[in-house]
């Protein structure tokens, strides 16, 4: 049977598409990597921490799908496939698989340790999808890639986790007010 989408959770995976695409535009380049910094794994994460596994994949499906067609919503306003087969390609790709996979490691319940651990988790797919993916395209070698691609991120992505983390805890309970199958247990308060 299909799950019918209620207009507030439309709304909600529009907004966060939304805020992953203005993410986007909060970027740093470094001069060392192809990477810049963003602020999209802040979002990918809130993603995951709010919707559920499917909707949170939908979610960045979308966004995925709004850069390819030609819309500026990648890292730095840029857009179209080529970004895609380029060397931050990957970086996007394990965006969607890490959103899938925080999403379902949260569970059902509001839980600051078992998100703040599922956020853990999920960062290190995106790195295990996106530098070798760079390495890839770019002919670099391994060391040099995890140099570019893994080591500058580490220290904001966990200020980053534990950011989304807190910032979603109190969110949870608005964006998931309507879900019946949300449990007064899994709204109140730790």
């Known amino acids: 049977m299909k799950e019918k989408l209620s207009a507030q959770e439309l709304t909600t995976m529009a907004l966060l598409a939304a805020l992953l695409c203005v993410s986007s535009y909060i970027s ?12 999209q794994t802040l979002v990918i994460n809130m993603v995951a921490l709010l ?8 979610t960045v499906l979308i966004w995925i799908l709004l850069g390819i067609i030609g819309l500026p ?8 496939f080529g970004v895609i087969a380029g060397p931050t390609g990957g970086y996007i790709i394990g965006y969607l698989a890490a959103v899938i996979l925080i999403a379902m490691m949260k569970g059902k319940k509001n839980r600051f340790l078992r998100n703040l651990i599922s956020v853990f988790c999920g960062i290190p797919i995106i790195y295990a999808i996106g530098f070798p ?4 395209v770019t002919n670099m070698d391994w060391k040099a890639a995890f140099a570019a691609g893994v080591l500058p991120f580490i220290a904001g992505d966990i200020i980053k986790c534990i950011t989304a983390v807190s910032v979603c805890k109190p969110l949870y309970r608005i964006v998931n007010a309507a879900d019946h199958s949300v449990t007064k247990e899994s709204l109140q308060h730790e």
């Open 133 to 136: 993916w760079m390495k890839l």
């Open 51 to 58: 919707l559920k596994p499917k909707k949170a994949g939908i």
């Open 28 to 39: 740093i380049p470094l001069p060392f990597s192809l990477v810049p910094i963003t602020a």
């Open 73 to 80: 919503v990648f890292s730095g306003g840029k857009a179209g």
